[in-house]
């Protein structure tokens, strides 16, 4: 259990829609980061946090957006979905230290657009 | 522009043996290298890694070589466990950002 948690694990919805992924990091960890894992592209970040600010982005399309809340939790929200956006969302978190860039991941949320 | 490569999709070995993964980068600004193990319908979960100012770091049965001439790391399994067979992906970052590149993934199984 790497102390990151993400809901709901699984979300199936129609093509159109929005859906809001849901993380909590590890204790005490500021950061927070988003990856999607599709079958074609592999791991792929999109977007980090830090302490509720946006510290990065990577190939985050603009119908995807996220924040970060006071209490550190996490939400990716993605909008008018499309069959492609089918993949597994996962959530990392890090926290500060001697080894900042170890990431420490959720299960995953596993979104099925239809 | 794939700048993390694993080049083996699959590697199998018995148990006992010692399992060996590879990675390969393309650039020299990567400072900090990881590797995480992934079982199916799990996150991946974090193994061991390593800074670019060394060559080598062991934690257990695990141990990462960096060759940063040859933009190389190499992650050593001794002894192999059934329990070892998962997807393993290297994890490269740099300094300056946070963000993971991963590469593709290597399937260790070990046969008992």
């Known amino acids: 259990d790497s102390g990151v948690t993400q809901t709901p694990k699984h979300l199936i919805t129609a093509t159109g829609q929005r859906v809001t992924l849901r993380c909590s990091p590890r204790s005490g960890d500021l950061s927070v980061y988003w990856y999607q894992q599709s079958l074609d592209q592999g791991l792929q970040f999109l977007i980090q946090?830090?302490?509720?600010?946006?510290?990065a982005k990577g190939n985050i399309l603009e119908r995807f957006s996220a924040q970060q809340f006071p209490d550190l939790h996490s939400e990716l929200n993605l909008s008018s979905l499309e069959l492609g956006d089918s993949a597994l969302y996962f959530c990392?978190?890090?926290?500060?230290?001697?080894?900042?860039?170890?990431?420490?991941f959720g299960p995953g949320t596993r979104l099925t657009v239809t | 522009d794939q700048q993390v490569k694993q080049n083996s999709p699959s590697l199998s070995v018995q148990e006992g043996r010692i399992s060996i993964l590879n990675c390969d980068y393309t650039n020299s600004m990567f400072d900090y290298f990881l590797w995480y193990k992934k079982y199916p319908a799990e996150g991946p979960t974090f193994l061991i890694s390593?800074?670019?100012?060394?060559d080598k770091n062991e934690d257990g049965r695990f141990t990462v070589f960096l060759n940063k001439s040859a933009k190389h790391l190499s992650l050593h399994i001794v002894p192999s466990q059934p329990g070892d067979s998962a997807v393993y992906f290297c994890?490269?970052?740099?300094?300056?950002?946070?963000?993971?590149?991963f590469g593709q993934g290597t399937t260790l199984q070990v046969k008992p």
């Open positions: 946090y830090y302490n509720g600010e946006e510290r």
């Open positions: 390593i800074s670019s100012i060394k």
């Open positions: 994890a490269l970052t740099s300094s300056n950002t946070g963000k993971l590149i």
């Open positions: 990392a978190s890090s926290g500060q230290g001697a080894t900042p860039y170890e990431q420490y």
